[in-house]
Nanobody, 118 residues
Framework: VQLQASGGGLVQAGGSLRLSCAVS????????MGWFRQAPGKEREFVAN????????YYGDSVKGRFTIFRDAAKKTMYLQMNSLKPEDTAVYYC????????????WGQGTLVTVSS
């Protein structure tokens, strides 16, 4: 499974961005996918995840109500719609996938930088 994240950039506080994660390879092995982020000098933080089959979604407290995770199965692409962005959302965002409910996120994209200016 290969993941390619894109869509990062510079945005003012209060603005919006949509990140994309294109998935290729053995996509039938994917159980769930998610977004994580890492700000400079900080540990990696969970942002959101969802079942690849659709339906269930789960969000970190810091983004709940502002971010939305969804996917287009036909395009084999997962998205993260980010609204009401804050400077503290500045980070490198990574998409990830895992093959089973009890497994870790094993597949990772290369990351895309989101910078929110105040």
């Amino acid at each position: 499974v290969q993941l390619q994240a894109s869509g990062g950039g510079l945005v003012q506080a209060g603005g919006s961005l949509r990140l994309s994660c294109a998935v290729s390879g053995r996509t039938f092995t994917i159980y769930a996918m998610g977004w994580f982020r890492q700000a400079p000098g900080k540990e990696r933080e969970f942002v959101a995840n969802m079942l690849w089959s659709g339906g269930f979604t789960y969000y970190g407290d810091s983004v709940k109500g502002r971010f939305t995770i969804f996917r287009d199965a036909a395009k084999k692409t997962m998205y993260l719609q980010m609204n009401s962005l804050k400077p503290e959302d500045t980070a490198v965002y990574y998409c990830a996938a895992k093959p089973g409910t009890l497994s870790d996120f094993e597949y990772w994209g290369q990351g895309t930088l989101v910078t929110v200016s105040s």
